[in-house]
């Protein structure tokens, strides 16, 4: 749940990254059947925001304004 923190919007830390990380491997993989979900979309001073930003273009995490069943 990526609650704002710090005045930052959306944050996500280097070790919720490295677990979202781990999860979309994961599931690329076929290892898992996960939906990986952030509760908004990080604003750009989080340092992984361009992953975040890629890996939802790509259909891979979704945020839960946009979540469907």
Do not use: C
């Amino acid at each position: 749940m990526n609650e704002d923190k710090n005045g930052i919007s959306g944050y996500i830390g280097a070790e919720t990254f490295a677990e979202l990380a781990h999860v979309v491997a994961n599931r690329l993989l076929k290892e898992q059947e996960t939906q990986v979900i952030l509760f908004k979309m990080p604003e750009s001073r989080v340092q992984s925001y361009e992953e975040i930003t890629l890996w939802h273009r790509l259909g891979w995490i979704q945020f839960l304004d946009t979540f469907k069943i």
